[in-house]
Nanobody, 128 residues
Framework: QLQVVESGGRLVQSGGSLRLSCTAFGGNFDYYTIGWFRQAPGKEREGVSCMKSSEGSTFYADSAKGRFTISIDNAKNTVYLQMNSLKPEDTAVYYC?????????????????????WGQGTQVTISS
């Protein structure tokens, strides 16, 4: 069964950049939807960006548009989230999630309830 593990979270100054990684174990990301979610203290877990690996289609939340980029390296079974121009409000635990391919659009898939496989999360803290 596919498992995912996130890495790359750390403390970064406002305006800086960070790249998060999500690596698959026990399988690969072929024909999966992969999502990056985040949860700040006291807030609900929200979708940041999602990708359907077989189609290359992507979705970004408004908060991520123009600043974040999701990408995949199939040879490394890894999905990345490149985050630029980071702001203090980006501070959160970032989670990777994966779900086998479905006919739904990538934007309709990018909600917490659509994913059953989750990583443990990685902390991202942006200092002002």
């Amino acid at each position: 069964q596919l498992q995912v593990v996130e890495s790359g979270g750390r403390l970064v100054q406002s305006g800086g950049s960070l790249r998060l990684s999500c690596t698959a174990f026990g399988g690969n990301f072929d024909y999966y939807t992969i999502g990056w979610f985040r949860q700040a203290p006291g807030k609900e877990r929200e979708g940041v960006s999602c990708m359907k690996s077989s189609e290359g289609s992507t979705f970004y939340a408004d908060s991520a548009k123009g600043r974040f980029t999701i990408s995949i390296d199939n040879a490394k079974n890894t999905v990345y989230l490149q985050m630029n121009s980071l702001k203090p409000e980006d501070t959160a635990v970032y989670y990777c999630a994966a779900e086998p391919w479905a006919m739904d659009t990538v934007w309709s898939m990018c909600v917490r309830s659509r994913f059953r496989t989750w990583g443990q999360g990685t902390q991202v803290t942006i200092s002002s």
